[in-house]
């Protein structure tokens, strides 16, 4: 799937900020590699439904497991596994008898203490992974996740490595067994141990993603090879709100553009970054925050949300609004499937040239039946002009005012608002009290 920078930082996908991050707010990764292999898969999200839906058999074949999953394994133990290949000790005796053991000890205390410390976590690591293995291999499982455990259960066949896994959890190891794991695995077995930790890590990444949606309560979406865009949704909310209130819509062919109205504050933005980032999310094969949906497969996504100037080159709000919108036109008309998302068009002119540019726009956009399309705007008499056009539906937040304050119900409603809330805002606000005073 194709989407921008721009795109990702108006859905939330990322964000510098966790708290404003989908990305951290679904990631349970318990590894630093596993933490960097999710943050790949959230980067590359899928436009063909065969890699999409064998994810969604890895998540669930992990969901089936969860409980299994070997909690010895923390990044704790993948750091002390790397700091023992880079750590600068002295060489290790090849021969592991008796006398080498205690002359290593004695000779070389503090290399000694390191090398048994790192064994244990080497023990604990190695145990875990052939039975997370045992865990989730079975007769039907996705050639993705089949690799890594075939991959590296051979990685893990070594008699060393055997003996090493056997060891119960704690053992003390014997200044004999130090010597002999210690020698084996520093000087043998570095290449492999860094192979089986990238292994892990995509392990923990979909570990991670299958968590993330037994923890949110996530569904699984049904992908559809339908050359015609659609999307169905129940229930639809935002993930990163806390209570959230939840939407139910529909787009297709026919019905392909969202005029959606409201006041400030009502629940347009919310609304539409929901759609955005459920269609995302569907794309990476993972669970979407709804109580069911169904949809096509699109070519990318393409918003204009947060747009803003630009002091350094000289471009005001208005200009950087423009140019999206051209380079937003000239993508999508390439005959594949897109969902636009544009909040507020035209807020960097006034009102009389926002609404001509405005209804050009729309205008122009509703010629691409191949796509689909949710607009928001504060230009609520433009929709009366567009109401002839029958692949156009409607919508509004409703907002309700009571003893001069406002109730925000949060609701997707048919048809136009005609809420006018601006100055009552600014007297609930005491703006107009304020400016009075002066």
């Known amino acids: 799937m194709d989407i921008d920078k721009t795109s990702l930082l108006d859905l939330s996908i990322f964000h510098q900020e966790e708290e404003h991050s989908i990305f951290h707010h679904l990631n349970y990764t318990r590894t630093a590699d596993g933490k960097a292999w999710l943050m790949h898969l959230f980067r590359e999200p899928f436009n063909e439904s065969g890699p999409i839906l064998q994810t969604q058999q890895i998540l669930k074949i992990i969901l089936s497991n969860v409980d299994q999953w070997p909690m010895t394994i923390t990044n704790g133990t993948i750091m002390v596994m790397e700091k023992f290949y880079d750590a600068q000790i002295d060489p290790i005796p090849h021969s592991h008898n008796l006398f080498n053991g205690f002359i290593y000890k004695l000779t070389n205390g503090p290399d000694f203490a390191m090398v048994k410390y790192s064994i244990g976590h080497f023990s604990d690591f190695v145990r875990g992974f052939r039975q997370l293995i045992d865990h989730l291999s079975a007769n039907q499982i996705p050639a993705n996740l089949r690799i890594v455990l075939e991959r590296s259960a051979q990685l893990l066949k070594d008699p060393h490595i055997s003996e090493l896994a056997n060891l119960p959890a ?24 860094l192979e089986l930790i990238h292994l892990f890590a995509r392990l923990d990444a979909w570990y991670s993603m299958a968590v993330a949606m037994k923890e949110n309560n996530l569904c699984f979406p049904e992908i559809s090879e339908s050359g015609q865009p659609f999307i169905e949704a129940e229930g639809l909310y935002h993930i990163l709100i806390p209570a959230p209130v939840s939407y139910d819509v529909t787009l297709d062919k026919q019905h392909n553009f969202l005029f959606l109205t409201g006041a400030n504050m009502a629940g347009k933005s919310t609304f539409i970054r929901s759609v955005g980032a459920a269609v995302y999310l569907a794309h990476l094969g993972m669970g979407v925050p709804a109580k069911n949906i169904k949809l096509s497969l699109f070519e990318g996504i393409l918003s204009n949300i947060n747009v803003s100037d630009n002091i350094i080159k000289g471009e005001s709000y208005f200009f950087n609004e423009v140019q999206r919108i051209k380079n937003t036109i000239q993508k999508i008309n390439d005959g594949h499937k897109w969902l636009v998302l544009i909040d507020e068009l035209f807020k960097g002119t006034n009102v009389q040239d926002a ?3 405005s209804l050009a726009v729309i205008k122009g956009l509703i010629k691409i039946n191949n796509s689909l399309f949710i607009l928001s705007t504060h230009l609520y008499e433009i929709g009366e002009e567009l109401k002839s056009h029958p692949n156009i539906i409607f919508r509004y937040f409703e907002t309700a005012v009571k003893d001069d304050q406002l109730e925000f119900g949060y609701h997707l409603k048919e048809g136009i608002s005609n809420d006018r809330l601006g100055y009552l805002i600014l007297k609930r606000e005491k703006v107009i009290d304020l400016l009075e005073k002066l």
């Open 170 to 193: 704690g053992y003390s190891l014997t200044p004999v067994q130090v010597v002999y794991f210690g020698h084996f695995l520093h000087n043998r077995y570095k290449n492999q141990t």
């Open 355 to 357: 609404m001509k540019c």
